[in-house]
């Protein structure tokens, strides 16, 4: 799954430690999910919807299978 | 309860290790040479005093984890979990066989090699996941630290309990701790070279 997390801390001026704060993650998972390495759980991705204001949808795109 | 940071979590850790290693060395040569029951029941058990806050630390750091890290957790569980019941399994039939001699000192192993398996397979896991030097700045002791640590523990136990210790065990003493000093050298040039490429 492609994710525009990377783009959207970027646009806010948060690091990934910011995010992972912000998420009560740790930066390692941060750094899975944007890397796409590891994908979200539905109240994760929901958490992270919420915090961009942005639809769940818009911020995660299914990859190509 | 708040979530211990990585920080709190390894000074609290090093704190009982340490506690765990004096023990080892200044009570269990005690030992074999008291003769009072109770005060033997005291001295064979205060090693597990600090091991059941080690525990404690490890169910509590599992317990706050987040979705990532407690898969890494089970899979690292997972892992210790089966190789323990695989060498108990082999190490059990070959007692009962009459080819290998184990006495209960063998159970003191089982811990040490589980956390081993764990620390080991969590390590490769998160690797998969994306970790490298970069989230290891994280941690408040860098991974080659700890295995110099382990390392140099491991030789100065066996030094020091050289004249209390069986030959296994002293030569299990000394090659766990040399193995140690030697990913901790590895882990550390490691570090050193991806810190170079990240600068240059």
Redesign the interface.
């Known amino acids: 799954m492609n994710n525009l997390v990377r783009d959207l801390r970027g646009e806010h001026g948060w690091s990934q430690a910011d995010l992972a704060q912000k998420l009560d993650v740790s930066r390692q998972t941060i750094n899975a999910i944007e890397t796409g390495k590891y994908d979200p759980s539905l109240p994760l991705a929901f958490k992270i919807a919420r915090l961009f204001g942005m639809p769940i949808e818009m911020i995660f795109v299914p990859g190509e299978e | 309860m708040s979530r211990l940071s990585e920080k709190q979590y390894t000074r609290r850790a090093m704190v009982a290790m340490a506690l765990y290693t004096a023990f080892m060395l200044l009570a269990w040569p005690l030992v074999r040479t008291t003769t009072s029951v109770p005060l033997k029941v005291c001295l064979a058990l205060a090693p597990v005093v600090p091991m059941l806050y080690v525990i404690s630390l490890m169910f509590r750091r599992i317990r706050d ?5 407690q898969r890494m957790h089970l899979v690292g569980l997972g892992v210790a979990t089966a190789v323990l019941g695989t060498l108990s399994l082999i190490a059990g039939f070959l007692s009962a066989a009459g080819i290998l001699k184990l006495d209960g000192t063998v159970l003191i192993w089982v811990f040490p090699v589980t956390v081993i398996c764990y620390g080991i397979t969590r390590w490769w896991v ?1 690797r ?4 490298d030097a ?2 290891d700045d ?1 941690a408040a002791v860098p991974r080659y630290v700890w295995f110099l640590l382990g390392g140099c523990i491991g030789l100065a136990t066996a030094w020091f309990s050289r004249h209390s210790l069986d030959d296994m065990s002293e030569g299990f003493l000394c090659g766990a701790g040399a193995g140690f000093l030697g990913m901790g050298l590895i882990s550390g040039i490691t570090r050193w070279q991806r810190r170079r490429q990240v600068h240059d």
Do not use: I, V
Request: charged share 40%.
């Open positions: 984890s987040d979705e990532l890290e998160s998969r996941y994306g970790a970069a989230c994280d």
